[in-house]
């Protein structure tokens, strides 16, 4: 019998019960806008702010006043980067980042290295990491920013954020790191890793959409930041504009959920992305598990399938909600440019797809997962001239191919 599995968990995920209940009151009677300190409504409203903030700040190891209310990871990628660029202009141009960070923090530092910055992107290794010698080798006397993601949110690889954030530490350099795809999932503790800028999302936490929140440090070091948006100086005149109330609210219900099971949950999840592994490796030959084995979130699955294309075999169980490792752009299917980043062939970037798992997957949905993908492999790859001139022992990546 056909079901739907939604397996795109990296995406966005849905909205936990306890979530939209936490949050219902403040769509509905408690309406107050968080700013109004003359009565009730803005008092109720504020005090749901803080207690977001703090329910947010326990969960990374900061201090409430530390937490900035943003829309989401975007807003905070770009209010870090180039809030912090333009505050520290005065101490240098150089900022560091890498090959495969989430386009939030890739265009912004774009935008920099066109108005007067230098920007180094690094390399990481075959398996996506960014090793901390590679951070060493670039500081300089006018480096004031390195921008390193916590988890890659394509193929799931950790980088090793407290000895990077030691080395930054070291050069007084400030650490800003894209959360986004680790929190809630992996421990984060920013005094530990010597984070100073830290950004993360709701909706990557069974939150709401459209609310997010940046990490600045207060102390050793102060960091301040050159806003964005003008008008009215909220959030310690990082951030104005009226805060979204409900969101808050959610964003910090689902942090507190998160932490309060994230052992539990990760274990678990683990063990159904092995599971889902398994039932593919051990059915399927010519298929490549892209990323760090040792160092990755726990519910992240990146599998490049040799002899298919990532498009056509998401198309062959589109019951099956998951990414392809191709960007869809009008004239042409582009590899993934994490893969590409990451030093894997245009071959196996064109056929990965991305399995991201989550807190309402089953077991079930696993096993139903694992039959579909490999009937979907198998089927594509009888009707596919490469699979037979790869049996017939010819190597495909010296094979000249008409057009080219």
Request: charged fraction near 20%; charge should be negative.
């Amino acid at each position: 019998m056909s079901r739907f599995v939604y397996l795109d968990n990296n995406a966005t995920t849905p909205l936990d019960p306890r979530v939209l209940e936490a949050m219902l009151p403040y769509l509905q009677d408690k309406f107050g806008n968080a700013a109004s300190r003359s009565h009730r409504f803005g008092w109720e409203a504020e005090e749901a702010v803080e207690k977001g903030r703090a329910q947010v700040a326990t969960a990374i190891h900061a201090d409430p006043k530390e937490i900035i209310w943003t829309s989401g990871a975007t807003e905070s990628d770009n209010l870090a980067i180039l809030g912090a660029a333009r505050m520290y202009a005065d101490r240098g141009k150089h900022v560091v980042t890498s090959l495969i960070e989430h386009k939030a923090v890739i265009d912004p530092c774009h935008y920099l290295a066109q108005n007067g910055y230098e920007v180094t992107f690094l390399t990481p290794d075959r398996t996506g990491r960014v090793s901390v010698e590679q951070v060493r080798q670039v500081l300089r006397d006018d480096t004031i920013l390195v921008s390193l993601m916590v988890a890659n949110n394509e193929i799931g690889t950790l980088n090793p954020l407290g000895e990077i954030g030691a080395a930054c530490k070291e050069r007084g350099v400030l650490f800003h790191t894209d959360a986004t795809q680790a929190f809630g999932k992996v421990p984060i503790d920013v005094e530990v890793m010597g984070i100073d800028l830290l950004s993360l999302s709701g909706h990557k936490i069974y939150g709401p959409k459209g609310i997010g929140a940046l990490y600045v440090r207060r102390r050793n070091p102060r960091v301040r930041l050159q806003p964005l948006q003008y008008g009215g100086g909220h959030e310690r005149g990082m951030r104005s504009g009226t805060l979204n109330v409900p969101g808050i609210v959610g964003l910090g219900a689902a942090a507190e959920i998160a932490l309060g099971e994230m052992p539990a949950e990760s274990a678990r999840l683990a063990g159904l992305r092995d599971r889902l592994w398994a039932g593919l490796s051990e059915r399927l030959t010519g298929i490549v598990l892209n990323g760090n084995v040792e160092h990755r979130l726990p519910n992240t699955l990146n599998v490049s399938f040799l002899y298919v294309e990532g498009e056509s075999l998401m198309m062959g169980f589109n019951d099956i909600a998951v990414s392809s490792g191709s960007a869809c752009t009008s004239a042409s299917l582009e590899p993934s440019y994490v893969l590409k980043g990451i030093g894997v062939g245009d071959d196996l970037a064109h056929s990965s797809i991305r399995f991201s798992l989550g807190r309402f997957n089953t077991t079930e949905d696993i096993d139903y997962t694992a039959e579909r993908v490999v009937a979907a492999v198998n089927h594509l790859r009888s009707m596919s001239p490469l699979q037979e001139m790869a049996e017939a022992g010819i190597d495909l990546s010296t094979v000249q191919w008409a057009g080219h």
